[in-house]
C-alpha cells in the first residue's frame, strides 16, 4: 500500500491526454458453466484483490500530472449479475454487449479496484458468460496469463471446500516502480543514451489521402490475416531451428520487407512493444506480478543490400538483439530521467508512426479441463472512440487457435482499405517464404549474437564455422 510513482508506460498513457481516460481497458469474456456458483466467483476475486496488490491502484491529478495510490483492502463487492435467461438468443447476444459496455466504461480513475466482473445467466442448459474488465493501467498481457491461472485455481480450491492458495508472490508493483526510479539515475542506463539517439531519420510513411489528418479512433478500421495451423508450426518449430531465431525477429524481419516494398525507404522506424519485465536488478523478480509492465521502444530496422532471405534475416536479427536490455532503457531515459533533459532530446526526435507487438499465445492458459473458455463473443467496448491515434499502424499478432493472427489497424480517413489489405497479405506472403526458404537449407544459419559469451565479428564467426565444417569434411 501506499504511493506510487509512475512507470514509464503509465506516464506514455497520460501522455496521449485521451478525453476518457477512465475507459482505456484490456478484458476477457469467458463461457462458463451454467451452475457456476456466483457465491465462489465472488470469494475468488477477493482473493485476487488480496493477493495481487496491482489491481488496487487508483491515479488521481494533482498539479500537473498525475499520482498513484496502492489502496489498502477493502470488503465491497465485486461481481455483478444479470440473468438474461429469459429473452431470446438474439437478444441475449445484444443485450450481453449492451450491458459489458456499460461496464467497460463505468471505471473511475479515483477509485479501487480498476476491475469490472458480469456473471450473466443464459439459462439453465446454456453456458454463461463471465466478463472480466481491468484498466490497462494496471494490467497487460502476461498479467491476464496469471490471473486467468490463478481465477481457475481459486475457483477450484473454493468450491472444493480447501483454503486457497497461491504461488508464491513475487515482488510487488510498487517495489518495481520504486526501482526503476532509482535504475533511471544509474551511470549504466546514462551509457544507453548514445544509442538511443543515434538513430537517422527516417521519411514518414505513404499517405492516401493528401492532407489527411483524421487519425481519431471512432474512424479506426481493422484488418485480419492469418497463418493456417500447419504453417504457424512451422513459424513457431522450423524457422528457429534453421535460423536460430525468435519468432518475434522473423515477423519483424517480414515487416521491415513489406513496408520496405512499399515505402521504397531501406530503413523503417517501428516503436517495438515488449513485456517490460526485464532482469535489471538481481533483487527483483516480477514473473508472478500483475501490472502493466510494457515498454516501447522505436527500433530502426535498415535491410541489407541483397535478395537473399537468409542474409536479410540474419541482419534484422543482429539489430533487434543489439537493442540495449531489449529496450527498456528508452522509456526509463524519457520519463524519468527529466532533470538530465533526456525526455526532451528524446521526444524531440521523430517518432515512430507504426507499432508492433507480439502478444504470444493467447490460449495456454485455458485448457480443455478448465471451466472457463474464451467466448465468442465480444465484452463490450473495451476502450473509448473519443480521442486521436498515436500511429497511423498499430500491428498486433498473436497464436489462438493454434493459428497465428495478426491485426492492422489503420484509420479510414488516412488509407484506403485496399491499401492495408495489400499490405497484410504481403506481410503473410513474406512470412510463408522465410517458412519455405527454412526447410531448404542444408545447416542452421548461425550469426555473431548466438554465441553471446564471446565477442565475435561476422567475419570471424564465418572463419571459425568454415574451420569447423573442413574438420567435419576430412574426418
Not at 95 to 117: F, H, M, T, W, Y
Not at 148 to 154: G, I, K, N, P, S
Not at 374 to 397: I, K, S, V
Request: hydrophobic share 40%; with cysteine.
Amino acid at each position: 500500500t501506499g504511493p506510487v510513482p509512475l512507470t514509464p508506460i503509465q506516464h506514455w498513457f497520460f501522455e496521449q491526454n485521451l478525453p476518457e481516460p477512465h475507459h482505456f481497458n484490456q478484458s476477457v469474456l469467458l463461457e462458463v458453466p451454467p451452475d457456476l456458483d456466483a457465491i465462489f466467483v465472488e470469494q475468488t476475486f477477493q482473493h485476487l484483490l488480496r493477493h495481487h496488490d496491482a489491481l488496487r491502484l487508483c491515479f488521481t491529478p494533482q498539479a500537473a500530472e498525475w499520482k498513484q495510490l496502492n489502496t489498502g483492502i477493502e470488503e465491497r463487492v465485486i461481481v455483478q449479475q444479470f440473468d438474461l435467461s429469459g429473452l431470446a438468443p438474439s437478444e441475449q447476444k445484444s443485450k450481453l454487449e449492451l450491458i459489458a459496455s456499460g461496464l467497460q466504461n463505468s471505471l473511475d480513475l479515483a477509485q479501487s479496484p480498476l476491475l469490472r466482473v458480469g456473471l450473466f445467466k443464459l439459462g439453465p442448459h446454456q453456458p454463461g458468460r463471465l466478463l472480466i474488465a481491468i484498466h490497462h493501467l494496471v494490467v497487460d498481457g502476461v498479467s491476464w496469463q496469471i490471473l486467468l491461472e490463478d481465477l481457475q485455481m481459486a475457483y477450484q480450491q473454493i468450491s472444493q471446500g480447501e483454503a486457497v492458495q497461491f504461488p508464491p508472490k513475487t515482488t510487488s508493483f510498487k517495489r518495481w516502480a520504486e526501482q526503476l526510479v532509482e535504475y533511471a539515475k544509474s551511470k549504466t542506463l546514462e551509457q544507453e543514451a548514445a544509442y538511443w539517439l543515434g538513430r537517422t531519420p527516417v521519411r514518414p510513411l505513404p499517405r492516401d489521402y493528401a492532407d489527411a489528418k483524421d487519425n481519431c479512433r471512432a474512424r479506426a478500421r481493422t484488418i485480419s490475416v492469418s497463418l493456417n495451423v500447419e504453417e504457424t508450426q512451422a513459424l513457431l518449430q522450423d524457422v528457429p531451428a534453421a535460423y536460430h531465431t525468435q519468432i518475434n525477429e522473423v515477423l519483424l524481419t517480414a515487416l521491415a520487407q513489406t513496408l520496405q516494398r512499399w515505402t521504397r525507404e531501406p530503413a523503417v522506424l517501428v516503436d517495438l512493444e515488449s513485456h517490460g519485465r526485464e532482469e535489471i536488478l538481481d533483487t527483483l523478480d516480477v514473473s508472478r506480478t500483475v501490472g502493466w509492465f510494457t515498454s516501447i521502444c522505436p527500433v530502426q530496422l535498415t535491410l541489407p543490400a541483397t535478395d537473399e532471405l537468409q542474409g536479410i534475416l540474419s541482419s534484422i536479427k543482429e539489430q533487434l538483439r543489439r537493442i540495449p536490455q531489449r529496450g527498456i532503457g528508452y522509456g526509463l531515459l524519457r520519463y524519468l530521467r527529466r532533470e538530465a533533459d533526456r525526455s526532451k532530446e528524446l521526444s524531440d526526435q521523430a517518432q515512430a508512426e507504426i507499432s508492433f507487438n507480439y502478444l504470444g499465445q493467447l490460449d495456454r492458459i485455458l485448457t480443455e479441463e478448465s471451466p472457463f473458455r474464451l467466448a465468442a463473443e465480444t465484452g463490450g467496448l473495451a476502450a473509448t472512440l473519443r480521442g486521436d491515434r498515436r500511429y497511423l499502424f498499430d500491428l498486433n499478432g498473436f497464436i489462438a487457435g493454434g493459428q497465428l493472427r495478426l491485426n492492422w489497424t489503420y484509420s479510414e480517413k488516412i488509407h484506403r482499405s485496399a491499401t492495408v489489405e495489400h499490405l497484410a497479405h504481403d506481410f503473410v506472403e513474406t512470412l510463408r517464404a522465410l517458412i519455405v526458404h527454412s526447410h531448404s537449407i542444408e545447416a542452421s544459419a548461425y550469426t555473431p549474437t548466438d554465441f553471446a559469451d564471446v565477442e565475435l565479428t561476422e567475419e570471424k564467426l564465418e572463419k571459425i564455422l568454415a574451420e569447423l565444417n573442413l574438420d567435419e569434411l576430412e574426418g
